[in-house]
């Protein structure tokens, strides 16, 4: 059973590039944007996890940014820039595994969503957890934005 709750996620910042995309590019369109990002010079030295933002998200695509945390452009590619990922109200999971099998834990934090009569923007963060060959140990954390309302 997936944990699913409800946290104040704080902002965070780091270095990407934002494309639009469709559902049915999106997984070249990520790889594509990761390899960008890892070319020499892409970006300032440093450490930092990578990760997803989804933003404007229709039954098309999304607008997205692919990213590495903590980071500063390198100046090698004029198309990754500083970044900011907005805080905010979210419902969240933890998907351990394949990414490929991501869409369960989606599933689990929506399924959530509807239990307790929420409603979201359509704006999504994945942060990816370090790299392990064994897959059950590979963690991503999944952060749907929640409306808030005042």
């Known amino acids: 059973m997936t ?3 409800i946290l104040d996620l704080p902002p965070h910042h780091g270095a990407g590039i934002t494309a639009p995309a469709t559902w049915d590019n999106l997984q070249p369109m990520i790889r594509t944007q990761f390899d960008r990002l890892y070319k ?3 970006l300032a030295p ?3 996890h990578n990760f997803i933002f989804y933003r404007d998200e229709t039954k098309e695509g999304c607008s997205m940014t692919v990213g590495i945390l903590d980071r500063q452009p ?5 198309d990754i ?3 900011h990922i907005p805080g905010g109200r ?5 998907h ?9 834990t989606y599933d689990a934090i929506n399924a959530d969503l509807a239990t307790r009569s929420l409603k979201r923007i359509w704006n999504a963060l994945e942060l990816y957890g370090d790299w392990f060959d064994d897959l059950s140990k590979v963690r991503t954390d999944i952060y749907l934005y929640l409306a808030v309302q005042i």
Do not use: S
């Open 74 to 78: 390198g100046g090698a590619d004029p």
């Open 3 to 5: 944990d699913v709750h």
């Open 81 to 83: 820039k500083p970044v």
């Open 96 to 104: 351990w595994g394949d990414y490929g099998t991501m869409r369960a």
């Open 46 to 48: 440093g450490h930092g």
């Open 40 to 42: 020499p010079g892409a």
């Open 90 to 94: 979210v419902i969240t999971a933890t």
